[in-house]
């Protein structure tokens, strides 16, 4: 490539959204990279974006990526014969309040305080600074219309009746909320338009209500009483909180389905012209596992299958509203999770119905081994993306951030997105090098217990799993593998030689051990992984 094309890309890449509309508008042309074809189309609008996240599914619980699957998943396989599947994509963390942080910054959540906690109840403030610039804020400052609809669990604020604000994981914390005020810190103060949501986890939670925009108009009005809930190994996992009564434990996600519906329908017919976010965050399938009426039963393995299920079919209705609506062929879908299978999830699965929600991976939620954060990650984009594709391209969930950016050619400053890298490349079919220097993970503890992978190399600097006690734990003592190399501090596995994480290289590759350590050292000393602007190849020359 030489160094006059490099400039123009540079300039190119530089141009705001109205002057690149002008360009694609004037000539609708194709330039090689490479050799590589590229092709600009003449329409001038951006592509709209549908971003789903599944709440512990796991790679293995999605027919397309563990041929032994025992629950259907038809929508999650077509979605990934229509587009691209990614082998080799991670959660940033191995629990969901700091990955979905980083999915909405670009940014690990360990690098900020409180970054390794999962909130409950009233609990907060918001992990995302008021100045921040996010995944939201940034398509809004490109004129996209933005929605989020489900579980945000980044923290919010509410505040009591003498407007102080309340940051406790507590019933009593619930029970002291001020319902006609305003609530702080969530979607609508981090770059959306529209919310309707929950606060955690909306099942589990000791708040059981629905926020719409900044408020709850339905309140609470009294404990939930768990007598009238399933009963079965994947229901006990809900604390006995406060609930509305229009909140239905076993309907959640067909609300949030009708919201986002609802959303899209209103917007294209409002606003045809203009694109449009989503961020869908769905219950399914987090424990406890509670199946729609219309799910239960549907599948011939039990009530977390039927769960899966579920989620399948949610993410079908939004592909066939798409369709209906006439926007499909122009909007960026991405389907995906926050982090691998629970505990529960995993051991009953395997046991009672044959079927291994991390195959063929080692680990679970909140273990820093693979089963704890590779996820399903599957993208369509029709036109751009070739039909039936796969990657095997390390790839984050922090990288949905620069990668959109690239695709609107938004300039994005050196103090926002520090760990996000465009997989653009990728989805066009043109990458030929690693995109990602190196990618970093957190565990269940935050900056205490964190990983770097390096091509095949990753080395958990740290010992155990990094956040469920095999020794201690019943459920998961039978899965314990032996440490071949206890003396070391660490782990060092070869992924390429060893993808079950059984051999322990600490110490016979103590050179490899000691290259990671000290790039982990320099990207926590930094606070970033992306390169500043200047440091990037070709972007002054």
Same mark, same amino acid.
């Given at each position: ?22 360009? +694609? ?27 789903? +996240? ?43 309040? #700091? ?36 995944? #939201? ?5 490109? /004129?996209?219309?933005?929605?989020c609809v489900g579980k945000w669990h980044i923290g919010v604020t509410f505040y009591d009746k003498d407007d102080k604000p309340i ?34 986890? &909306? ?84 424990? &406890? ?50 982090? /691998? #299978?629970?505990?529960?999830?995993? +051991? ?11 195959? #063929? ?9 693979? /089963? ?6 599957? +993208?369509?984009? &029709? ?159």
């Amino acid at each position: 490539m030489t160094k006059a094309f490099v400039s123009m890309l540079s300039v190119f890449l530089r141009l705001n959204l109205a002057q690149l509309a002008v360009i +694609v508008s004037i000539a609708s042309t194709a330039f090689a990279i490479d050799g590589a074809q590229v092709s600009l189309t003449n329409t001038s609008q951006p592509p709209n974006i549908v971003l789903i +996240v599944a709440d512990d599914l796991g790679y293995g619980d999605v027919g397309c990526y563990n041929p032994q699957s025992r629950i259907p998943t038809p929508n999650l396989d077509q979605l990934a014969l229509d587009g691209m599947r990614f082998t080799d994509a991670h959660s940033p963390c191995t629990v969901c309040t #700091p990955t979905r942080y980083s999915l909405m910054t670009g940014q690990m959540a360990f690098r900020v305080p409180n970054g390794g906690r999962v909130f409950t109840g009233a609990g907060g403030p918001s992990l995302i600074a008021t100045d921040r610039m996010t995944l #939201p804020k940034m398509l809004h400052e490109q /004129g996209y219309s933005t929605a989020c609809v489900g579980k945000w669990h980044i923290g919010v604020t509410f505040y009591d009746k003498d407007d102080k604000p309340i940051h406790k994981d507590s019933p009593e914390a619930v029970e002291s909320i001020d319902y006609t005020r305003r609530i702080d810190g969530g979607p609508l103060d981090c770059g959306f338009d529209q919310f309707f949501g929950t606060a955690c986890c &909306p099942t589990t939670d000791w708040l059981y209500a629905y926020i719409d925009g900044d408020r709850i108009p339905v309140p609470p009005t009294g404990l939930l009483d768990k007598t009238r809930l399933p009963k079965h190994p994947y229901a006990n996992d809900n604390r006995r909180g406060w609930q509305a009564p229009d909140f239905d434990l076993e309907e959640v996600d067909m609300k949030f389905l009708e919201r986002s519906q609802q959303f899209l329908r209103q917007h294209v017919k409002e606003t045809p012209n203009k694109p449009f976010f989503l961020y869908h965050a769905t219950q399914a399938v987090h424990l &406890p596992s509670f199946p729609g009426r219309d799910f239960k039963g549907k599948t011939q393995s039990g009530p977390h299958g039927d769960f899966i299920f579920e989620f399948d079919q949610v993410v079908g209705e939004l592909m066939k509203t798409l369709d209906e609506l006439d926007v499909a062929d122009n909007t960026l879908l991405i389907v995906t999770s926050d982090n /691998g #299978p629970e505990v529960t999830s995993v +051991v009953h699965m395997r046991h009672d119905h044959n079927h291994d929600p991390s195959r #063929p991976w080692r680990g679970v939620k909140r273990d820093n081994w693979e /089963g704890g954060h590779r996820v399903p990650f599957i +993208v369509r984009w &029709p036109g751009k993306i070739k039909a039936g594709s796969t990657s095997d391209q390390i790839t984050s969930l922090c990288d949905v951030f620069m990668t959109t950016a690239e695709i609107l050619a938004a300039q994005v400053p050196d103090n926002a997105a520090e760990d996000s890298f465009s997989f653009l490349p990728v989805l066009l079919g043109q990458d030929r090098e690693p995109i990602r220097p190196y990618l970093l993970q957190q565990a269940f503890f935050g900056a205490k217990n964190l990983a770097i992978r390096r091509g095949q190399w990753k080395y958990l600097a740290h010992k155990g799993s990094g956040g469920n006690n095999y020794e201690t734990n019943a459920e998961l003592k039978p899965y314990a593998l032996p440490d071949t190399a206890p003396a070391a501090a660490g782990q060092l596995f070869d992924l390429k030689r060893d993808p079950g994480e059984t051999t322990n290289l600490a110490l016979k590759h103590s050179d490899v051990v000691d290259e990671l350590e000290a790039l982990l050292k320099q990207s926590l000393a930094s606070g970033r992984s992306r390169p500043l602007a200047d440091e990037q190849p070709g972007l002054n020359e």
